[in-house]
């Protein structure tokens, strides 16, 4: 099966810092991987859509100044929030695209409890 | 862009039945997901529909309909672990974009 590793699963940060989430695909290539966000019951809104050596495809409203994106690797990405504030805290979840997948081929990480204090 | 719409909250006892609808209007359609999300937890993969009509796997079944832009989720013999939010996927292009979820709630 597919395996989607993220860490860390909770990081508690100080306003102003800025906090790398990592998301690996462990038994398959992912030449594209997705990070979302999610609110305390609200649905999961994508932020961005990384792409193996290339720059990340921004979704409308989200800063990419803000949330940094590296994919450099066919299985690794890397979602850095920067200067983070209050209003950044949510969970984040990366999913990861199997080359030749449909159906089950996108797989979720076990999630980013992220607090900003 | 795309609206997934999809009831907020639906309750059921247990060993009943569920079915949890969803519509979408979309640009562009490669398929349909269902997934399960516990609280604090990613969602897991429960069904995908690309062509219209029944996909059944055990006690969860999806159903398709592209030219009414409508799937539904059927839980069957529902046990006290399904309750869970269940999330409607459409994936348009190769994104997916997903509904607000249902809150399933089952009752002894």
């Known amino acids: 099966g597919a395996v989607v590793s993220q860490h860390p699963s909770r990081v508690i940060c100080k306003s102003g810092t800025s906090v790398k989430i990592e998301c690996r695909s462990l038994?398959?290539?992912?030449?594209?991987m997705f990070w979302y966000r999610q609110f305390p019951k609200q649905s999961l809104m994508l932020m961005a859509t990384?792409?193996?050596?290339?720059?990340?495809?921004?979704e409308q409203g989200v800063e990419k100044d803000k949330f940094l994106i590296n994919h450099a690797s066919l299985t690794l990405s890397t979602l850095t929030v920067t200067s983070a504030h209050p209003e950044d805290s949510s969970f984040y979840i990366c999913?990861?695209?199997?080359?030749?997948?449909?159906?089950?081929?996108?797989?979720f990480g076990s999630g980013t409890r992220l607090t900003v204090v | 862009g795309q609206n997934i719409d999809q009831p907020t909250e639906m309750t059921a006892t247990e060993g009943a039945i569920v079915q949890i609808n969803c519509t979408y209007q979309?640009?562009?359609?490669?398929?349909l997901f269902w997934y399960q999300q516990h609280a604090g937890e990613a969602p897991t993969f429960l069904s995908y529909?690309?062509?219209?009509g029944l996909e059944e796997k055990g006690r969860f079944s999806s159903f398709l309909s592209r030219s009414k832009g409508y799937s539904y989720l059927l839980l069957k013999e529902l046990q006290m672990k399904d309750s869970a939010s269940y999330l409607c996927?459409?994936?348009?292009?190769?994104?997916?974009?997903f509904g607000a979820g249902t809150t399933v709630t089952v009752r002894a």
């Open positions: 990384s792409n193996e050596g290339s720059k990340a495809t921004y």
């Open positions: 038994d398959f290539q992912a030449t594209t």
């Open positions: 996927a459409v994936l348009e292009d190769y994104k997916l974009s």
């Open positions: 999913s990861a695209k199997k080359h030749t997948g449909q159906g089950d081929g996108y797989t």
């Open positions: 529909n690309v062509l219209d």
């Open positions: 979309t640009s562009g359609f490669n398929g």
